[in-house]
């Protein structure tokens, strides 16, 4: 058979197949079962671009009341879309452009804005590719569901996991934990990634943990850890992420809870030898410290019920593992605004500390020297990246009222280990 050139760039699909955004081969995960709408051709054209697959399963991240993102790879350059609406017609349609045109990427990143609060959204991921100069055969995810958020919500629910690591075991126990729980929203809270050192590597660690979707159609809050600082392609992680404004440090109100999310960044300071000049944390941190106390004296934070700071290395911890410059920095922003809790990861060891107790904290120049810190504010840590033993992991429940604050701890089996309740207090 005579083949046929029918891309003007003079690029092949075959050879596109095995681009990603940066170049460099992208990952073998699960494919989605998806339903392709195209004419019945022999064309090799048309039989070359029906290879455009997706790859694992789309994300939703960084919720809000009136907008959420979906995020998803496939497996060669594409357009992508999100329809979506109040039913499963999804007769809504959302995608991102450059300077008129489609964006033609590997990995799709759509926000749907002008959503309604606590309501329930379906969509489906779309996919078709420019390469054909007839036909464009469109491939369609089966149709999935989200609720917004709701800052007059009576009742809500949230779950937080930290320190995977991309342990296999351990993603999947916390997708079944989760699949059962049905919070409003998931945070993972840090160290996702083992030193991201390729696009392969934070491709399927972020987007496609598991061999289901991950979250279960539960949207996505992301914390950034220490490890995801690391590796030589930390910089570029973003660019596999939907975050508030491309920032790794935000806020948002769910209910009667106001959350504020934090970057602690490395844990050891910018001169470290370790960090080999690579990082600028400590003004980044002097940065945050303003945007956090202009955040929390905003009127609707401060009529928050409950004020709930989410960040990766904890301010105490008696493991000495916890961040010297960021509690130096906005320790008394957070009492000043008398903030009800902070909920970390980090050290690996599940632990719960009480305002008034003594922790050991590291030199911030030496890890070897501790000295002793007292707790001002209440700080629950979560486990770490291990099924048992002493680094077992934990998923931390939390639910609100205007009333009560309650969090339970969880193991990978679903035993429950301790129950935390934080009434209201006047403020």
Excluded at 179 to 194: A, E, R, S
Excluded at 368 to 383: R, S
Aim: proline share 5%; with cysteine; aromatic share 10%.
């Amino acid at each position: 058979m005579k083949r046929r050139n029918f891309l003007k760039s003079g690029i092949t699909a075959a050879a596109l197949l095995h681009i990603g955004s940066s170049g460099e081969a992208l990952a073998a995960v699960p494919e989605v079962k998806a339903v392709e709408e195209s004419k019945e051709t022999n064309n090799e054209a048309i039989i070359a671009v029906n290879e455009v697959k997706l790859v694992g399963f789309p994300t939703v991240m960084s919720p809000y009341e009136d907008t959420i993102a979906v995020v998803w790879q496939t497996d060669q350059p594409a357009v992508g879309w999100v329809e979506y609406g109040t039913d499963q017609n999804c007769n809504q349609r959302a995608e991102t452009q450059q300077n008129g045109l489609a964006e033609f990427f590997q990995v799709h990143k759509v926000t749907l804005t002008g959503l309604q609060p606590g309501t329930t959204y379906f969509y489906r991921t779309c996919i078709e590719s420019p390469l054909a100069q007839e036909v464009r055969p469109v491939v369609k995810t089966a149709v999935q569901q989200f609720t917004t958020l709701n800052a007059q919500a009576e009742k809500i629910s949230f779950g937080i996991i930290n320190d995977t690591h991309e342990n296999q075991a351990v993603l999947d126990k916390i997708q079944q934990i989760n699949k059962d729980f049905k919070p409003d929203f998931l945070c993972w809270n840090g160290d996702q990634i083992n030193d991201p050192s390729s696009e392969k590597q934070i491709t399927t660690a972020i987007l496609n943990p598991t061999k289901e979707y991950f979250t279960s159609g539960t949207p996505l809050v992301y914390v950034c850890g220490n490890h995801d600082t690391r590796g030589n392609w930390a910089s570029q992680l973003s660019r596999y992420l939907s975050i508030p404004k491309g920032s790794y440090y935000y806020h948002f109100i769910h209910g009667p809870v106001a959350f504020t999310v934090l970057d602690t960044g490395e844990d050891k300071p910018d001169q470290h030898k370790y960090c080999k000049g690579r990082t600028r944390f400590e003004p980044y941190r002097d940065a945050q410290a303003l945007w956090l106390d202009e955040v929390l004296s905003r009127k609707a934070m401060k009529k928050a019920a409950f004020n709930v700071v989410l960040l990766h290395i904890p301010l105490f911890s008696r493991s000495g593992w916890d961040s010297p410059d960021s509690r130096n920095k906005w320790l008394e922003i957070l009492k000043k605004h008398k903030v009800d809790l902070l909920i970390s990861g980090h050290t690996h060891t599940y632990e719960f500390v009480k305002p008034g107790e003594l922790t050991d904290s590291s030199e911030w120049m030496d890890w070897e020297k501790k000295t002793k810190v007292t707790a001002a504010i209440p700080q629950l840590i979560g486990g770490g990246p291990k099924l048992e033993g002493e680094e077992f992991a934990t998923y931390i429940k939390g639910e609100a009222t205007a009333k009560e604050l309650k969090i339970s701890v969880l193991n990978m089996n679903g035993t429950l280990l301790d129950t935390y309740s934080f009434p209201k207090t006047k403020k």
